[in-house]
């Protein structure tokens, strides 16, 4: 297992940019794939699924988004660092949500919670307008 803790969150105006960190610690970083994900306020009690918002390979030369922040959100990672980074560009209200990274052993897709293993424990990001 690995521990997984972000930090960068913060309060923002709208079409700002932000910069999150993800730093994991036990077991090896670079045998994880990371994803990040996300989840609006009040999401988690209507027992909706966090967002998942892209994710990024191994050694880091493959990365894929969703739809909605495609353009917008890139993930690279420092494995000599053991970290992953979301950095946020153009953000809008829409975006205000707790943003989690996320470790995944799988060799295949990972779109889905369920397809990751360990999880911080989020950082907050809020938008004003």
């Known amino acids: 297992q690995v521990q997984l803790v972000e930090s960068g969150g913060g309060l923002v105006q709208a079409g700002g940019s932000l910069n999150l960190s993800c730093v994991a610690s036990?077991?090896?970083?670079?045998?994880?794939?990371m994803g990040w994900f996300r989840q609006a306020p009040g999401k988690e009690r209507l027992g909706k699924e966090r967002?998942?918002?892209?994710?990024?390979?191994?050694?880091?030369?493959?990365?894929y988004y969703a739809d909605s922040v495609q353009g917008r959100f890139t993930i690279s990672r420092d494995n000599a660092k053991s970290t992953v980074y979301l950095q946020m560009n153009s953000l809008t209200p829409a975006d205000t949500a707790v943003y989690s990274c996320a470790a995944s052993s799988r060799l295949g897709p990972r779109v889905g919670s369920r397809d990751y293993n360990s999880w911080g424990q989020g950082t907050p990001v809020t938008l004003s307008s």
């Open positions: 036990g077991r090896a970083f670079s045998t994880y794939a």
């Open positions: 967002e998942f918002l892209g994710d990024i390979s191994r050694s880091g030369g493959s990365t």
